[in-house]
């Protein structure tokens, strides 16, 4: 660490107190480890070609998170003009999710929904962006956002038959 407490001095110091954090963001975002982890890891490519400038504004990790979203946005827009010879039938491994997290019908039910409702959920719920914020960082409108929020909220309900502000209390 420099001379402020808390701030990391270098960009391998950043990644080692943070990675844990952004490994699980990753996962959140993508419903799949392995893919939270390149996520992770072309963003950390790209915030250290970047470190004296973000470091200097104070945000690395708001940085690596804007980042991430920027790029799972695009993988899903590419693959969605893609056609697949066989749908996978989930985007998780059991295993996998239970180790992250106590709750693993949260990860089970997210992983049904479509990338972009996923992601705006994981915005608003997981990141607790505003609608405003949300729409500047994946790209469309404010109603868009709100229409993909309450379409993935209603595939959620329908799939667990749970209240589900139920479900974010974890």
Known sequence: MD??????????????VRGTALLRYGFVLTGNLDDG?????????RLSDAWPRVRAKDD???????TMV??????????????????????????DIERLSGDADIWRL???LSPR??????????ED?????????VGVSRNTVRSLAARGL?????????PIPDLWSV
Do not use: N
């Not at 001379?3 to 080692?16: C, I, K, L, T, Y």
């Not at 409702?117 to 997981?126: E, G, I, K, M, N």
């Open 129 to 137: 962006l505003a609608d405003e914020d949300i729409a500047a960082r």
């Open 37 to 45: 982890a390149d996520l992770v890891q072309e963003a950390l490519l």
């Open 110 to 112: 997210l992983a049904t």
């Open 70 to 95: 920027r790029l799972h946005i695009s993988r899903w827009r590419r693959l969605r003009r893609r056609l697949v010879a066989q749908v996978p039938e989930a985007s998780y491994r059991d295993a």
């Open 60 to 66: 690395p990790e708001g940085f690596v998170r804007v």
């Open 3 to 16: 001379d402020e407490p808390g701030r990391p001095a270098s960009f391998e110091e950043f990644v080692h």
């Open 117 to 126: 409702q996923r992601t705006v959920l994981v915005l608003r719920y997981y």
């Open 154 to 162: 209603a595939r959620l309900r329908a799939e667990s038959g749970l």
